[in-house]
């Protein structure tokens, strides 16, 4: 099992960005996919999901990340996707996607909820 997030780099204030999790060793529909970020000194903070295909398949968020982070996914490519809108300096961190095999009434909103992580990618929004 392994995942790797990429896609990440320096974005003007207002832009947006979309981060890739590529899943290899099995198949990526069959786990809910989290996307998580950490800035220095903080915890990590979910940021946005998907479920597994058995469980619908459905993005899940929390209140505050809705509007601006929109997770989906590409089956074929076996890739999990976030698209990120209107950064700001407050989003600079590092992001991270994850597995777990959570049902679809729980997917998972804290990283501990998670198993099984990939490396993160750095995202700095800097005028």
């Known amino acids: 099992v392994q995942l790797q997030a990429s896609g990440g780099g320096s974005v003007r204030p207002g832009g947006s960005l979309r981060l890739s999790c590529a899943v290899s060793?099995?198949?990526?529909?069959?786990?809910?996919i989290g996307w998580f970020r950490q800035a220095p000194g903080k915890e990590r903070e979910f940021v946005g999901g998907?479920?597994?295909?058995?469980?619908?398949?459905?993005?899940y968020n929390t209140d505050s990340a809705k509007g601006r982070f929109t997770v989906s996914r590409d089956n074929a490519k076996n890739t999990v996707y976030l698209q990120v809108s209107s950064l700001s300096p407050e989003d600079t961190a590092v992001y991270y996607c994850?597995?777990?095999?959570?049902?679809?009434?729980?997917?998972?909103?804290?990283?501990?909820?998670?198993?099984?992580w990939g490396r993160g990618t750095q995202v700095t929004v800097s005028s």
């Open positions: 998907i479920r597994r295909s058995g469980s619908g398949g459905r993005p």
């Open positions: 994850a597995a777990n095999t959570r049902p679809s009434g729980t997917p998972g909103y804290n990283f501990y909820e998670y198993p099984s």
């Open positions: 060793g099995f198949e990526s529909d069959r786990y809910n």
